[in-house]
């Protein structure tokens, strides 16, 4: 069963992650509390998704306990395989997302990680870019469902 695995906020850009148990996020301005936060807000820049799958493999490969939550995604997932589904839309508890694209690993997490083959393991591994299409809370636990295929 897909699920929200972990969440996380900044409140301001190039601060560390804080870990919560929910998140409100409103239609097209983002999550209520992080940096990317915005009346009128970009779709690329709502709400991001990574697996936690990819976080784990990558720590056991190279030896590292990193948390989740320092890969700098809003939600960490468990059981579903994100890079399938670009294009479609998403239902989150009661939240509906649409995916619009790819995250691509950053420099920035690199430089926060001190790791820097990130960019390499993480291409095409660094979860998902949505748009949020209801107003709702997310919280720990939540199913994670396609409602498009």
Do not use: W
């Given at each position: 069963?897909?699920?929200?695995?972990?969440?996380?906020?900044?409140?301001?850009?190039?601060?560390?992650?804080?870990?919560?148990?929910?998140?409100?996020?409103?239609?097209?301005?983002?999550?209520?509390?992080?940096?990317?936060?915005?009346?009128?807000?970009?779709?690329?820049?709502?709400?991001?998704?990574?697996?936690?799958?990819?976080?784990?493999?990558?720590?056991?490969?190279?030896?590292?306990?990193?948390?989740?939550?320092?890969?700098?995604?809003?939600?960490?997932?468990?059981?579903?395989?994100?890079?399938?589904?670009?294009?479609?839309?998403?239902?989150?508890?009661?939240?509906?997302?649409?995916v619009?694209?790819?995250?691509?690993?950053?420099?920035?997490?690199?430089?926060?990680?001190?790791?820097?083959?990130?960019?390499?393991?993480?291409?095409?591994?660094?979860?998902?870019?949505?748009q949020?299409?209801?107003?709702s809370?997310?919280?720990?636990?939540?199913?994670?469902?396609?409602?498009?295929?």
């Amino acid at each position: 069963m897909a699920e929200v695995f972990k969440l996380g906020i900044a409140a301001n850009n190039n601060q560390p992650i804080s870990e919560v148990n929910s998140i409100e996020v409103l239609v097209n301005k983002g999550i209520v509390g992080d940096r990317h936060f915005h009346e009128s807000n970009d779709p690329y820049n709502q709400l991001s998704l990574i697996e936690s799958e990819n976080i784990d493999d990558y720590n056991i490969k190279f030896g590292l306990n990193i948390p989740y939550i320092d890969f700098r995604r809003n939600v960490v997932t468990k059981g579903i395989k994100l890079n399938d589904l670009i294009g479609k839309k998403l239902k989150v508890g009661n939240v509906e997302l649409e995916v619009i694209e790819l995250c691509r690993p950053c420099r920035h997490l690199t430089e926060m990680l001190n790791q820097k083959n990130i960019l390499k393991e993480f291409m095409r591994k660094g979860g998902l870019r949505c748009q949020i299409l209801s107003s709702s809370k997310i919280n720990i636990g939540d199913k994670i469902e396609v409602i498009n295929i």
